[in-house]
């Protein structure tokens, strides 16, 4: 059940409905029930996998919990690692197997040896990897003594299956979204508006600039041997901006809905375009699984309170994981390299390029800070290459051929000839560069909390603001053969 449907829009209607017309003790079962009809409405079969996981997650933090109260620290480590295996062990099944396969029979072709495995493939389980790190994220905390186990199996099953976020996030903390599912809420008409509002501004992002945008990414990338030079450069820059549309606006869909029922999930974005270096990056991009990164893999290697050398293994391991993460291909593990390195090399120079903004007094200068800003979208831009790339070999063919033709770039003929062979026509290019337009100059001049800032500007920025966002959502939104949200497929 896609959320740029009808089909969400009457199913969450109905919902919220229901939800506030039933006695408070009984709601965790609507939202349950509704949970599991939202999930099922891709693979019914499926559920098993999200109630088992529920179910060994649910024992474990039980179990844990009994031996840690006795002293049987033996017996608590076994319990978490034996959830542990299972989790990641269903993740290996569903996501990784066919990759481990495909791998190891390239590599017993390469040598002239046979390969007693047949190709195979495995149904990939939607938002596998969003509840298996959700609920590890639960376990691991119970073992760490940072919560105290949920006994109320119903509503730990609703903490897993949160229809809002279940698929594609944001990845929730257990003390965060657990003491909401007992909290009793309300119809309120200012908490509704400002729901709504953040729904808009998501369907704003994915239907009308990141399903617009995806042809042309798409026609360059399915087909980049067929291009070269300007169209790899403007596809890399528009896939950056389809998914950072498509994800945020998942994320913004998600927050405003479970904010319209009276939930509160945790911020996943918070501009990350504005980003000065690549580490701030990170802290502004995909926010909920960059600190369970940084929690529970980051942390315990021993973070950076280790040597330098230590530290930078530590970073690496973490990105190559995250990329690893992302999907079943080499390409999303260099992807993640490629950002452990520019965290790494950023590390090695910081004091070095701190030292020469104070000799030439530019610390403060703006002019430095936006050429910061514009050189670490290009870095971003540039790793998402091998993200976005359906081959290692299609990666390399682009980054291999950026600046092919360079000097022919400013003719206006060329220029003209690109812009007119990437899929969109001259009046859906230049929709896509003034919705982003609209985007960027909305989250720099309203700040991170735009929703609830704008209120301080005059009224009539504010209904002139939602009302273009809602003209531009419903009379140029792509609708016919609705996108699937990018992060699905993780």
Not at 371 to 377: A, G, H, L, N, P
Not at 383 to 388: D, G, K, N, S, V
Request: positive net charge; charged residues 15%; contains cysteine.
């Amino acid at each position: 059940m896609l959320f740029n449907s009808f089909q969400f829009l009457i199913f969450f209607i109905v919902v919220t409905i229901a939800y506030f017309s039933i006695p408070h003790k009984r709601r965790w079962i609507l939202l349950l029930v509704a949970s599991y009809i939202f999930y099922m409405a891709w693979s019914p079969v499926l559920i098993i996998l999200l109630v088992f996981s529920t179910f060994i997650n649910y024992v474990a933090g039980i179990r844990i919990y009994s031996a840690d109260k006795k002293g049987r620290l033996d017996l608590k480590k076994r319990y978490l690692t034996i959830c542990l295996l299972i989790n990641f062990g269903m993740l290996f099944i569903f996501k990784y197997l066919v990759f481990i396969n495909e791998t190891l029979m390239n590599i017993f072709l390469s040598l002239g040896i046979g390969y007693p495995i047949p190709e195979f493939s495995v149904v990939l389980p939607m938002g596998i990897s969003f509840y298996t790190f959700q609920a590890s994220a639960y376990t691991i905390d119970v073992y760490r003594g940072k919560i105290k186990p949920l006994k109320h199996y119903g509503k730990f099953s609703l903490f897993i299956s949160f229809f809002p976020q279940l698929v594609a996030g944001p990845i929730e903390r257990s003390e965060n979204l657990i003491p909401q599912f007992f909290k009793r809420h309300y119809p309120d008409f200012q908490r509704t508006v400002l729901g709504l509002k953040i729904m808009l501004w998501g369907y704003f992002k994915k239907v009308v600039i990141a399903d617009r945008v995806a042809v042309a990414v798409n026609t360059i990338f399915n087909s980049c041997e067929s291009y070269s030079g300007l169209y790899y450069v403007l596809a890399s820059i528009l896939f950056t901006f389809q998914i950072y549309c498509d994800f945020s606006g998942y994320s913004d869909i998600a927050i405003g809905s479970a904010k319209i029922m009276g939930f509160n999930l945790m911020r996943n974005f918070d501009r990350p375009f504005f980003a000065l270096r690549v580490k701030e990056f990170w802290r502004r991009w995909h926010i909920s699984l960059s600190t369970w990164f940084t929690d529970y893999v980051y942390i315990p290697l021993g973070g950076n309170r280790v040597s330098k050398l230590k530290h930078y293994r530590n970073l690496m391991c973490t990105f190559l994981l995250s990329g690893l993460w992302h999907g079943s291909a080499w390409t999303f593990v260099i992807w993640g390299g490629i950002h452990g390195l520019y965290l790494v090399v950023g590390d090695m120079t910081l004091n070095f390029r701190d030292r020469i903004k104070k000799k030439l007094h530019i610390e403060n200068s703006i002019t430095l800070k936006g050429f910061e800003m514009v050189f670490t979208f290009c870095l971003v831009s540039y790793a998402f290459i091998f993200f976005r790339a359906n081959t290692i070999g299609d990666a390399l063919l682009i980054t291999g051929n950026l600046f092919e033709g360079f000097t022919t770039w400013f003719n206006p003929q060329y220029l003209y000839e690109v812009f007119t062979n990437m899929g969109l026509n001259i009046y859906e290019l230049i929709l896509v560069i003034v919705a982003i337009a609209v985007m960027l100059i909305s989250e720099a001049l309203f700040g991170r909390d735009m929703h609830t800032d704008i209120v301080k500007k005059p009224a009539l920025v504010e209904v002139l603001f939602y009302s273009l966002i809602a003209i531009f959502v419903f009379t140029t939104g792509v609708y016919y053969n609705a996108g699937e949200f990018i992060y699905f497929q993780f």
